[in-house]
Each structure stands twice: as structure tokens, then as C-alpha cells.
């Protein structure tokens, strides 16, 4: 605010007053004027006057610096500057040797140099008591300076400034209704008394944020155990939270922090993370979920054991021998878990199995298992191998696979079947005696009475050959009827008819015969009875 002097009348004035003040026996020092308010650092002019009927001594006693600027009889004007501090400047004069005086008082005013509220918390829990601190530096006169503390627009509470600093306190009890609001310090320098007008200052407004972490454990969902090289899903529940939108997941396998996804719902959050294991976590692992809202976390930890379980070794000496020749089969699994291997003989589960074979047509494409069993955590998994041996044999054509004697009716349906076994798989034909002529194997035809005969199959491959005879029969209807059986046979069937037709005819005109001659004998009857 600009320094404010104050001005006198014109000395002209003063003298003309002085000559009409009273005579020695009445004589008075005045000053003017009697109150002045400046502001800090300003100036004021300050008159000092005496009624004595001669020229009397006039003088201002004060500390402040000080210039006398104008002077008559009788008075004389001072400028004080530079005024710092609250002063009371003293007129004095000298009449006949009589002294009097006269005080004026000099108040300084200034406005609050800092006015701030003191920082919040970063985070205030629900529920909780939160004090407001404002702080004030500067400002006077402090009884006209008065310090309120806001939420928002409304006014918590008001206090006058007392002390330097000036502070001034509030408690609020934290609710989710204060969340985002913005608190602030205000002060008022009301010099409207002294018609200077009311002037405001206010702090920097800090914002509030409020949350809710209820006290409960996060809900994690993970598995109990994990293979190396394998990822599963995991997540992470929490409700009751407010704002759960502020709320932060810390998701760790150990030292692998994963990277969660988070959704979030009104009071709720849902958080999901991929996790990998790798053959340097094998062993009991400690899975942590953590929510962290406001300056206050919930944690959860679970034991996850990652094992490794790779599928057992199953080796055969051979995959592919010729009948007849020995075969070693072997099963072995990985450190900690026991094998069981299909052929081998039962004892007590161990690390390993083996046994040998005598390789035979039967064996081939035989498949032997080997079951690895690892208990991990309690639970027992289960690996397996298989392999399959390949048995090199000749041909073989037998009695089941290739009957040796078929008898069918002509005319049937039917599929000729002669099956013949080996490995490699042999080439099969069958071909009769005399002609040669080749039986259709395996499809679905009429017989025929032609394809009766004596057969030879024969089943070659790389092997070896082999032979089998097989005898078709086909049985037919004798059609041999003589045809004068026939044409008698046609003949009584046609008398039988015949003879049937005949009573029928006869009947049927007998059964008229008789109608008509009821119906005349009605007829007679009637006109007897009828009077005359």
C-alpha cells in the first residue's frame, strides 16, 4: 500500500487561531493529528501548536527520524519518516516559563508476509482425526488481523491473530466425503475503522485424500505346485476399498515381480498375473500379494513348490529284430521319483526297472509302458513313456485266418476271407488247380456255382512263402420236374375252381327262388283279409 502523509492547514490559519488563544495564565500545547495509521515503512506530518499570548518554545520529542518542514508563531510542522514500529510522539512547548505537552499515537499496519497451511498427509485414513496447522507471519495491528481455516468454501473455524507467528489449529474427523477436497488459510486485515478497507490474503490450498484399507488379507488364488518351464494364471482379490481405483498390486514370486493386470470395480479390485517358473526356483517358493493404498498395505503369502519331473527313459536294445532274437528293455526316471514298466515283474517301486525278451511273432507291435511316479507336496504325479517293437517274421497262413474248406449256396452273398500274417505284410493270391482261375479275396459277391474248386494260396514276402489249400463248395437246387405231373397239377387245380364257381351260381339263384316265393304268399295273404 503507498505511505499515506498527513497535511496541516496553511501556517496562515494557525496564526490567526494562535491570536485567539488564551493568555498566559491558560496556555496549552495541541498536536495534530491526535491518531494516525500508516503503513510500515510510511511517513506522517505531525503539527504542534501552542496558545501563549507571546512566542513560545515548541518541540516533538520522539525516537523516529523526523524533519521539520514548516514553522509560524507559535507552531511549527514535523515529517516523520521511515516509521517502522508503533510510536507515541510528544509536542511540547515553553510559555513564561511554563512547560505543557501534548501525545499523538502512531499505529504501524502491514499485511501477513507468509500465510500458509502446513502440508497434509499424503494420504488421511477414514475415520481418523485430521489437525489443521496455519501458520502466520507478518501482519499488524493483530487486533484487527484475523486467521480462518476452509474446506473448500465453508469456514471451519476463526481465531485473531496473536503471537509471531501467529498459528492457528482445527481438528476434522476424515471422512470419504473429504476426498479431493482442498483445505486453505485466509486472513482478514480489517482497517475499515480508520477508512482504509478490509484486505485478504490467502494461502496455497492443499488437497486432501482420504482412503479405506479394510483389515482383512487379500484373496490369492494360486496353484499348490508348478513344473519347471510351465506358466500358470494367478490372482488377487480385495474388497471394501476406498477409492479402489488409488489402490496399487505388488504380485512376486520371490524376487520375480510380475506384471499384473487390475480391474477395478466401485469398492473392489481383481488383480491377474502370469507366472513362469525356471529350474533356478525349483523348491518351496514363497508367492506374496500385497494392495497398498494410502500409506498402509494388505499382504497375502502362499507356498508354491516348483519341482521338476521330466518323463522317464524307456530304451529298448532293438526297436526292430527278427523273431527269435533277445530284447532288453529298460525304464529309468529322473532323481526322487519310482518307475513301474509294463512285462517287467512286480516288486518294490524304484528308481529304475528292466527285464529281457525272447522277441516272438507275437511281440510285434508290441507296446510296453513305463510309469514314472513323483510325489510332490503331497500329491502324487504320474509320467509316461511307451515304446513299440517291431517283430520281423515270415508268412503264416492258418486255419482260423484261412479255413481250408468253404461250402456256400449259390446265389448268397458272400465275402471270401483268407488272411494272411507277417512283417513285412505278405503278398497273398489263390489260384485254382487246373485253370488257374484267382479268388477274388475279401470282397462282398454272388456266388456262383463256377467258382467251385480246389484252391492254393500262397503268402510270400522277403521272408519266406508259404501255402494253403482251400476246397470251395457251392450247393445248387435240382429243377428236374416231369411236365405231365405239371399239367395235371394245373388241370385239378382249374376242376377244383371250377366246381367251385358252379355252387356258388347255384346258391345264389336258389336263394332268389325262394325270396320271390315268399313275397307271393304275403301277397295272397292280404287280400284275403281285406272285407269285401
Known amino acids: 500500500m503507498v505511505p499515506i502523509a498527513t497535511r496541516l492547514p496553511l501556517p496562515a490559519l494557525l496564526v490567526l ?13 495541541s498536536v495534530h493529528p491526535k491518531e494516525a495509521v ?10 504542534c501548536s501552542a496558545s501563549c499570548d507571546q512566542r513560545a518554545d515548541l518541540g516533538l520529542e520522539t525516537h523516529l527520524t523526523k524533519k521539520q518542514v514548516a514553522s509560524g508563531l507559535n507552531w511549527v510542522t514535523y515529517e516523520l519518516s521511515g516509521i517502522e514500529e508503533d510510536s507515541v510522539p510528544l509536542c511540547f512547548s ?36 485430521l489437525t489443521l496447522h496455519c501458520q502466520v507471519k507478518g501482519g499488524r495491528p493483530q487486533t484487527h488481523l484475523s486467521v480462518m481455516l476452509f474446506q473448500g468454501e465453508k469456514l471451519l473455524t476463526e481465531k485473531s491473530a496473536a503471537g509471531e507467528p501467529a498459528e492457528v489449529m482445527t481438528t476434522v474427523l476424515a471422512g470419504r466425503e473429504h476426498h479431493g477436497t482442498n483445505f486453505s488459510c485466509r486472513t482478514e486485515l480489517n482497517l475499515q475503522s480508520q477508512g482504509l478497507g478490509l484486505f485478504r490474503n490467502s494461502s496455497v490450498p492443499r488437497q486432501l485424500r ?17 513344473e519347471v518351464g510351465t506358466q500358470r494364471l494367478v490372482n488377487c482379490t480385495l474388497d471394501g476399498l476406498f477409492p479402489a481405483s488409488e489402490a496399487q498390486v505388488h504380485l512376486a514370486l520371490e524376487d520375480q515381480r510380475l506384471e499384473p493386470t487390475i480391474e477395478y470395480s466401485k469398492d473392489s479390485l481383481w488383480a491377474t498375473a502370469w507366472v513362469k517358473v525356471t529350474p533356478e526356483e525349483e523348491g518351496i517358493q514363497q508367492l506374496t500379494c500385497a494392495v497398498i493404498l494410502g500409506n498402509q498395505s494388505q499382504r497375502t503369502r502362499e507356498k508354491v513348490t516348483v519341482y521338476s519331473f521330466p518323463a522317464p527313459n524307456l530304451t529298448l536294445s532293438e526297436s526292430e529284430v527278427p523273431e527269435g532274437t ?11 521319483a519310482v518307475v513301474t514298466l509294463s512285462g517287467a515283474s512286480a516288486g518294490t517301486p524304484a528308481p529304475s526297472a528292466q527285464f529281457m525278451l525272447n522277441a516272438s511273432a507275437e511281440d510285434n507291435k508290441r507296446t510296453f509302458l513305463c ?9 502324487v504325479l504320474h509320467k509316461n513313456k511307451t515304446q513299440t517293437l517291431l517283430v520281423l517274421y515270415g508268412p503264416r497262413l492258418d486255419e482260423r485266418d484261412c ?19 507277417g512283417n513285412p505284410v505278405p503278398k497273398l493270391d489263390c489260384h485254382r488247380e487246373g485253370d488257374g482261375a484267382l479268388l477274388p479275396i475279401g470282397d462282398l459277391k454272388r456266388v456262383m456255382r463256377n467258382i467251385s474248386g480246389t484252391y492254393i494260396c500262397k503268402a510270400t514276402s522277403r521272408l519266406g512263402v508259404v501255402k494253403r489249400e482251400v476246397v470251395v463248395n457251392v450247393t445248387h437246387l435240382q429243377n428236374n420236374v416231369d411236365p405231365i405231373v405239371i399239367f395235371v397239377a394245373v388241370a385239378a387245380i382249374a376242376f377244383v375252381a371250377g366246381m367251385g364257381i358252379a355252387a356258388y351260381l347255384y346258391n345264389r339263384q336258389r336263394k332268389i327262388r325262394k325270396y320271390k316265393l315268399q313275397k307271393a304268399q304275403e301277397a295272397a295273404a292280404m287280400k284275403l283279409n281285406t272285407p269285401p
Request: charged share 15%; glycine share 8%; proline share 10%.
Open 38 to 47: 500508516i503503513p510500515q515503512g510510511g511517513s506522517v506530518r505531525v503539527n
Open 210 to 226: 482420504t482412503f479405506v484399507l479394510p483389515k482383512v488379507h487379500p484373496r490369492l488364488a494360486a496353484p499348490r505346485i508348478m
Open 17 to 29: 487561531l494562535g491570536a485567539l488563544l488564551p493568555g498566559p495564565g491558560g496556555a496549552q500545547t
Open 94 to 129: 515553553n510559555c513564561h516559563h511554563n512547560q505543557t505537552e501534548a501525545s499523538m499515537s502512531v499505529t504501524v499496519y502491514s499485511f501477513p508476509e507468509h500465510v500458509e497451511l502446513e502440508p497434509l498427509p499424503r494420504w488421511q485414513p477414514v475415520g481418523e482425526n
Open 371 to 379: 510309469s514314472a511316479a513323483l510325489e510332490v507336496a503331497g500329491k
Open 326 to 336: 533277445v530284447v532288453s528293455v529298460e525304464c529309468k526316471a529322473h532323481a526322487g
Open 403 to 421: 479255413p481250408g474248406n468253404w461250402t456256400w449256396e449259390e446265389d448268397s452273398q458272400q465275402t471270401l476271407r483268407c488272411q494272411a500274417w
